[in-house]
């Protein structure tokens, strides 16, 4: 079992990552080996101490460098669910467990909003995790809505074990050439459920198809954390980053404004040294 777990690769991670790893602690990170698609991004960034007017990719490459200078492995894999143990916590990626006395939640905010329905009626029809619904489809139709390019490699091992995939795509460059895959334009409005189809609502048309998976690179913290407090989208901390669920700590966008770096590097290195003392008081 693990100290504990982090879930995020974005500043607040990194520095959450770099601290533990500092102070001899055994932990799993979970998130993308390219980091933050948010950093990746930036034009330029000119808040940063001690980078003056660096460029995404260039803060990158500064911060692998230091994660593979003090060789932390970082475990890319999208987690699908945090669920408390009464004694520890255990998280779910794909059909793979792991298990941890704490955690510490870095999960950015999300790119593209809940749409009607979609809370609703996840588990019954809507998934957010290709690996683990998909046999579910096996021989049938399916919705897949992508947020991101990164999430096509889910969408062909999906396209293998169903009938149909309709393949609503959020961005550009798509790669998608499949026989059985239509790709199609459009912005998702609302999800229903009638006569045990799923029906997926667009600005000029409506989908039925069997299942509907939203491929995104963050879900709602509620969802992914049962019980976890939250307030207009942001999960709530205090100042040790200390949510309401005993051993669980969150840090960076997803606990509120302002979407810095800065802010969250110190709320990464606030909520490691509040993983510490939680730790010692188990003892």
Same mark, same amino acid.
């Given at each position: 079992m693990f100290d504990t777990i982090i879930i995020g690769t974005g500043p607040a991670g990194i520095s959450a990552a770099l601290t533990l790893k500092q102070l001899n602690k055994n932990f799993l990170w979970i998130g993308s080996k390219s980091l933050s698609y948010k950093i990746n991004s930036a034009e330029k960034i000119r808040n940063y101490p001690g980078l003056p007017s660096i460029s995404g990719t260039e803060m990158k490459n500064v911060f692998l460098k230091q994660i593979n200078e003090m060789e932390i492995e970082i475990l890319e894999a999208q987690v699908t669910g945090v669920y408390d143990l009464s004694t520890h916590y255990a998280v779910l990626c794909g059909n793979d467990q792991y298990e941890a006395k704490s955690i510490i939640l870095g999960l950015g905010v999300e790119s593209v909003k809940p749409i009607e329905?979609?809370?609703e009626l996840l588990g019954q029809g809507v998934s957010y995790c290709a690996t683990c619904d998909g046999f579910l489809y096996k021989g049938k139709d399916i919705t897949v809505?992508?947020?991101?390019?990164?999430?096509?490699?889910?969408a062909k091992?999906?396209?293998?074990?169903?009938?149909?995939?309709?393949?609503i795509a959020l961005y550009k460059d798509i790669d998608m050439n499949l026989?059985?895959? @239509?790709?199609? %334009? #459009?912005?998702?409005?609302?999800?229903?459920?009638e006569n045990k189809k799923m029906k997926l609502t667009l600005a000029d048309s409506v989908i039925e198809s069997d299942g509907i998976f939203m491929l995104k690179a963050a879900i709602s913290p509620a969802v992914l954390v049962p019980g976890l407090e939250a307030?207009?989208?942001?999960?709530?901390?205090?100042?040790?980053?200390? @949510?309401?669920? %005993? #051993?669980?700590?969150?840090?960076?966008?997803c606990t509120g404004r302002p979407y810095q770096y800065t802010k969250a590097v110190g709320e990464g290195n606030v909520a490691a040294h509040s993983v510490v003392n939680y730790l010692n008081s188990l003892k």
């Open positions: 329905g979609e809370i809505v992508s947020t991101s390019k990164e999430f096509e490699h889910e091992y999906l396209a293998e074990l169903a009938n149909k995939v309709t393949y026989n059985n895959v @239509t790709v199609i %334009k #459009g912005m998702p409005k609302k999800i229903e459920k307030a207009e989208g942001h999960i709530v901390v205090d100042r040790q980053q200390k @949510t309401n669920l %005993k #051993g669980v700590f969150a840090a960076g966008d």
